[in-house]
């Protein structure tokens, strides 16, 4: 049972373009959201996050929009760039699980100079 | 900087070995995890820890158990490793009361069992 779903597996995008990377979840009861990148043979690092109770937040060239209604959520990258080719995973925490992740199976960005 | 170092990059083992995954974070952390990640399914929690000599069960724990003798070390056990366990596994460790409930992983132990 995929409590968060990341639909698409791979996304090619053109260098100084936006990357859209989307996510969905099931579960209402979620406090927060993450998004990891992910480059291959390293571990995981946090990029952006977001709390339920807002609809955006942005960090530079990165924003993340919550549609509560629709549960779903997305990653803006504007511009982006080469080196933000990697695997991008959204995370969802659970209310009172003090801090366990469950994480979507990841959709792996390529920019094309 | 918060540090999270995993025992081996790559490990190759096989059937029926018994085989440790040792974590250590320098963060103080009280909360560490393990994952193992697999193509199209993403990272799959195992097992985590909220403190010493606390465990509890993950989404996938069966086959695994872990110990937690100190803060800043998590151990990963495999009792008897089976192919199925071929994986890449992720430590990851996080403050309680974080805002943001970042978590800190370490590099991946690509594991291969034969």
């Known amino acids: 049972d995929q409590q968060v779903k990341q639909n698409s597996p791979s996304l090619s995008v053109q260098e100084g373009r936006i990357s859209i990377l989307n996510c969905d979840y099931t579960?209402?009861?979620?406090?927060?959201f993450l998004w990891y990148k992910k480059y291959p043979a390293e571990g995981p690092t946090f990029l952006i996050s977001?709390?339920?109770?807002?609809d955006k937040n942005e960090d530079g060239r990165f924003t993340v929009f919550l549609n509560k209604s629709a549960k779903h959520l997305s990653l803006h990258i504007v511009p982006s760039q080469p080196g933000d080719s990697a695997v991008y995973f959204c995370?969802?925490?659970?209310?009172?699980?003090?801090?366990?992740?469950?994480f979507g199976q990841g959709t792996e960005l390529s920019v094309k100079p | 900087d918060v540090k999270v170092t995993q025992s081996s990059r790559y490990l190759v083992k096989r059937t029926g070995e018994k085989v440790f995954l040792e974590c250590v974070q320098d963060?103080?952390?009280?909360?560490m995890f393990w994952y193992r990640q697999d193509p199209g399914l993403g990272l799959r929690l195992i097992y985590f820890?909220?403190?010493?000599?606390?465990?509890e069960k993950g989404d996938i724990p069966e086959g695994y158990s872990v110990s937690r003798e100190k803060k800043e070390r998590f151990s990963l056990i495999l009792e008897s490793a089976s192919t199925n366990q071929t994986s890449m596994y992720l430590c990851?460790?996080?403050?309680?009361?974080?805002?943001?409930?970042?978590?800190?992983f370490g590099p991946g132990t690509r594991l291969t069992v034969t």
């Open positions: 820890s909220y403190d010493v000599k606390m465990k």
């Open positions: 963060m103080d952390h009280e909360n």
């Open positions: 995370a969802a925490i659970p209310y009172n699980q003090g801090g366990k992740l469950i």
């Open positions: 977001i709390s339920s109770i807002k």
């Open positions: 579960n209402s009861m979620f406090d927060y």
């Open positions: 990851a460790s996080t403050s309680t009361g974080t805002d943001s409930y970042e978590q800190y």
